[in-house]
């Protein structure tokens, strides 16, 4: 197999440009399917981060007095572009990541959803709003939307345009610039959603792509930002967290999880099993909120598991830049060294492999079978840490307490899926499971996908969230502007203070029975 004719040596000397590195240092990255090198790209010093960031600050400071509803043109234009060039978005996706083109296609929309929602709210969000002044009339305050200036993005290899680029956009939106750091083996597709964004007319020196080793490259963008949004692992996150609160500076935390599914008595079980496979084995498993564990009420156990195993016997796992495989490929050799560690350490402690647990040497260096395991007990690597791979757990549970227990049984919370006829029961289970998103009769990606409300994880899973109102405003501080019409704080001189204090409480007090304050 060849890479795609679209990943052109033209393409990635373009793109290549984005990259701010000063010295002829270079990484090479690879086609997964293959393990054939794919491009050789710039490589950023810690100097050429701290540049970046420097070079950054004029642009920024115009792009932040323009008015956020002029800014809109840009992501209008973008938003066009991203879906016009989904194929060589795709072709890049596939060829640095080796997962499967369904997934490349959800990991190139959700910009595009992201930029779509965020067109209309942007604006509504960043207008200054009239708040409460201490005393009506004589004071007036408002609430304003200051951008934070800088913004360093840190994102992981598995969703690398999705997770590049959507969280950038809110950023660019609400007035700030962009240092971007993406993981070094999937810097091409978030370089062309870069590329893009110029394309579409967002002003010179806006963006800009650091690309190097993790601990330096974006150790350096903790150091000089003035605030990051980082998705990755929870041990980086837990670094990275810590340097940004050094600088007393913010960040978000997007992080890793072990997802539990419930499957409640009453649930449809063909709708439960189709829902799990997928979410078990969506983009190879290496999906932050994909499940990892399912917790089955044991009056239908027996049936789930059988009908679940049937239905990942007919996973077409391949490798190839169609639509016609199920499952692609792991990301490199060190994930299925990881993955098979999880699943030989299970099976040598006693858990049943149903399905799977074997490398597919015959289809790429990096495939591994999607597996399913039972009997698996709190002493095996896989029972509370992530995976991240197509490997997934099923227990029997007596009742939906035990569920519950079970479930929230992790240091981690970021997803859930409860399934059951009663909407209402299955509900009430997931209003109990510690977890940023819960999604009833579905296993991950509604609740992703409803960008309206805010995205993330409780515990070990992360600080902050993305999407929603705060997927926005956590790339402003809030400024108080107050104007004082008339004197009244502190007492005009002529007013001897013990009168002050007099008229204060009086005035306080029918204020209060107003119900102005
Ligand atoms: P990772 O933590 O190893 O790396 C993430 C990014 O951080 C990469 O760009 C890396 O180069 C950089 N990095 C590494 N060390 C750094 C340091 N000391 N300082 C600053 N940056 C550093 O994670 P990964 O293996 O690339 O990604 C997989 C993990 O990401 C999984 O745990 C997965 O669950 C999680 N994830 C979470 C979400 C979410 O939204 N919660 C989404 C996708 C992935």
């Not at 070079?55 to 007095?65: E, V």
């Not at 510690?434 to 009833?440: E, F, H, I, K, L």
């Not at 805010?454 to 992360?462: F, L, R």
Request: aromatic share 6%; proline share 6%; glycine share 10%.
């Amino acid at each position: 197999m060849t890479p795609p004719a679209t990943v052109t040596p033209e393409l990635v000397a373009r793109l290549s440009r984005h990259v701010a590195a000063s010295t002829d240092a270079t990484v090479s990255t690879v086609e997964v399917f293959t393990g054939a090198t794919l491009a050789t790209l710039p490589c950023s010093t810690e100097h050429d981060v701290a540049d970046a960031v420097a070079a950054a600050r004029g642009p920024q400071a115009a792009w932040a007095a323009t008015d956020p509803r002029e800014r809109m043109a840009v992501f209008e234009k973008f938003h066009k572009l991203v879906l016009d060039n989904r194929e060589t978005i795709a072709d890049l996706i596939q060829a640095e990541t080796g997962k499967a083109r369904r997934y490349a296609f959800e990991d190139l929309i959700e910009p595009a959803i992201t930029t779509a929602h965020y067109l209309k709210a942007a604006p509504r969000l960043l207008r200054p709003r009239k708040r409460k002044g201490m005393m009506p009339f004589a004071i007036q305050t408002t609430e304003l939307r200051v951008p934070k200036g800088v913004v360093g993005i840190i994102s992981p290899w598995n969703f690398p345009f999705a997770l590049g680029i959507s969280d950038s956009i809110p950023a660019l939106m609400a007035g700030n610039a962009v240092v971007l750091k993406p993981d070094t083996q999937t810097a091409l597709s978030p370089l062309f959603g870069v590329d893009l964004l110029y394309r579409a007319g967002l002003p010179d020196g806006l963006i800009t792509v650091v690309i190097g080793d993790g601990p330096v490259v974006g150790g350096a963008l903790v150091d000089a930002a003035d605030y990051v949004g980082f998705t990755g692992s929870t041990r980086t996150g837990a670094e990275v967290g810590a340097r940004a609160t050094g600088r007393l500076i913010g960040c978000s935390l997007e992080l890793g999880g072990k997802n539990p599914m419930v499957v409640l008595p009453d649930a449809n079980i063909d709708l439960a099993v189709a829902g799990g496979v997928t979410s078990a084995f969506a983009n190879t498993g290496q999906l932050c909120m994909h499940i990892e564990r399912i917790y089955v009420h044991e009056s239908v156990y027996d049936t789930f598991v059988g009908r679940f195993v049937a239905a990942t016997g007919k996973l077409k796992v391949g490798a190839g830049y169609d639509y016609r495989s199920d499952v692609g490929s792991l990301i490199s050799t060190r994930q299925r060294k990881a993955v098979a560690e999880h699943v030989d350490d299970a099976r040598a402690k006693g858990a049943t492999v149903h399905i799977g647990g074997t490398a597919r040497d015959d289809i790429g260096p990096a495939f591994y079978e999607p597996t399913v395991l039972t009997d698996v007990t709190p002493d095996m690597l896989c029972h509370a840490q992530e995976t991240f791979g197509p490997v997934v757990a099923i227990y029997p549970v007596r009742d939906d307490d035990e569920a519950v227990a079970m479930a929230n049984d992790t240091p981690y919370g970021l997803n859930a899926s409860v399934y059951g006829r009663d909407v209402d029961r299955a509900k009430a289970v997931g209003a109990r499971l510690r977890a940023g998103t819960v999604n009833v009769n579905d296993g991950h990606a509604a609740a992703y996908a409803s960008i309206d409300a805010p995205m993330g994880g409780m515990g070990s899973s992360g600080l902050g969230r993305r999407h929603g109102v705060e997927g926005l405003l956590k790339y402003t501080e809030s400024q108080n502007l107050t104007v004082q019409r008339i004197q009244v704080i502190p007492p005009p001189k002529a007013l001897p203070y013990s009168r002050y204090t007099a008229i204060m409480t009086r005035s306080l007090r029918l204020l209060h029975k107003l119900g102005v304050r």
